[in-house]
């Protein structure tokens, strides 16, 4: 799919700003999300939401390096983590370096303070992923990651988490245990019912609270598009009210 040149990366003019889409309506959807995300998730301090999806390549990154941009121009300290230690893409996207990060500090080799970088976007924190780690199931899942990011949460008023598929690898299961709620990401006329469904499975075993379904790369046309829509927010109390439908239906 065509990028916009100019916006090419991630960031908020990061998009997918051809067929008929304007970058404005790219920037809309993501505002949409934004308030979806503040009207779903209301309780004091920080606010921790998981952005994950069933399969590789669904869009998981590109929404949660934009969600996180959106809320950070609504909200005074707003953190990423870049908790897909197998494949770290947040840093790039944001244009940070790579390490110190997420397992150097789980590794005991640096601090919180100095791996938690400043992006470009006021009020945008970046966590990378850190150095490459062999076992990064093991490390997400450790008592180190809950007591690093109970003290982050400290620092941040909305704290995003970056995750590798949940159909591939269980890495994101414990994150999404310790956070507040899962924003899934399905693939227009890619993800199909049986994944989408064999995820949902997932969640509801960790008794996730799923808070939006979020269906990238279809605007609703014929020709279809690339602006983000939200389908299913409001689904307050599990997936049962989250309103899943076939994401090649859309
Ligand atoms: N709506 C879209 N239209 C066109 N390209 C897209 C769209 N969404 C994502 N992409 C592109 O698809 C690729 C995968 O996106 P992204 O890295 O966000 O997915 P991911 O779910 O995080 O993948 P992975 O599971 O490999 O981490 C990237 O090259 C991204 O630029
Ligand atoms: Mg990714």
Same mark, same amino acid.
């Given at each position: 799919?065509?990028?916009?040149?100019?916006?090419?990366?991630?960031?908020?003019?990061?998009?997918?700003?051809?067929?008929?889409?304007?970058?404005?309506s790219?920037?809309?959807?993501?505002?949409?999300?934004?308030?979806?995300?503040?009207?779903?998730?209301?309780?004091?301090?920080?606010?921790?939401?998981? @952005?994950?999806?069933?399969?590789?390549?669904?869009?998981?990154?590109?929404?949660?390096?934009?969600v996180?941009?959106?809320?950070?121009?609504?909200?005074?300290?707003?953190?990423? @983590?870049?908790c897909?230690?197998?494949?770290?893409?947040?840093?790039?996207?944001?244009?940070?370096?790579?390490?110190?990060?997420?397992?150097? @500090?789980?590794?005991?080799?640096?601090?919180?303070?100095?791996?938690?970088?400043?992006?470009?976007?006021?009020?945008?924190?970046?966590?990378?992923?850190?150095?490459?780690?062999?076992?990064?199931?093991?490390?997400?899942?450790s008592?180190?990651?809950?007591?690093?990011?109970?003290?982050?949460?400290?620092?941040f008023?909305?704290?995003i988490?970056?995750?590798?598929?949940?159909?591939?690898?269980?890495?994101?299961?414990?994150?999404?245990?310790?956070?507040?709620?899962?924003?899934?990401?399905?693939?227009?006329?890619?993800?199909?019912?049986?994944?989408?469904?064999?995820?949902?499975?997932?969640?509801?075993?960790?008794?996730?609270?799923?808070?939006?379904?979020?269906?990238?790369?279809?605007?609703?046309?014929?020709?279809g598009?690339?602006?983000?829509?939200?389908?299913?927010?409001?689904?307050?109390?599990?997936?049962?009210?989250?309103?899943?439908?076939?994401?090649?239906?859309?």
């Amino acid at each position: 799919m065509a990028k916009n040149n100019k916006n090419s990366g991630y960031g908020y003019g990061y998009g997918y700003n051809g067929g008929n889409n304007s970058m404005f309506s790219v920037q809309e959807a993501y505002k949409a999300i934004r308030t979806n995300l503040i009207l779903s998730v209301i309780k004091d301090g920080c606010k921790k939401i998981v @952005i994950t999806s069933s399969n590789p390549h669904e869009g998981k990154s590109t929404t949660a390096v934009n969600v996180a941009i959106s809320l950070s121009q609504a909200f005074k300290r707003v953190l990423i @983590i870049d908790c897909d230690l197998r494949k770290a893409r947040v840093h790039k996207a944001l244009g940070v370096a790579g390490e110190p990060g997420l397992t150097n @500090i789980l590794s005991g080799l640096s601090d919180a303070d100095e791996s938690v970088q400043p992006t470009k976007y006021q009020n945008l924190y970046c966590l990378p992923a850190g150095l490459f780690a062999p076992n990064p199931a093991e490390m997400l899942a450790s008592e180190r990651t809950a007591a690093l990011i109970a003290s982050l949460e400290q620092s941040f008023d909305y704290i995003i988490f970056d995750t590798p598929p949940i159909n591939v690898v269980s890495d994101a299961l414990p994150l999404i245990k310790l956070s507040d709620g899962v924003v899934f990401i399905v693939r227009s006329k890619v993800t199909v019912y049986s994944e989408f469904e064999k995820a949902l499975d997932a969640l509801e075993f960790i008794d996730a609270r799923l808070i939006g379904v979020i269906v990238n790369g279809d605007d609703g046309s014929e020709e279809g598009g690339r602006r983000k829509r939200y389908g299913g927010y409001g689904g307050y109390g599990g997936y049962g009210n989250s309103n899943p439908r076939r994401s090649d239906n859309e």
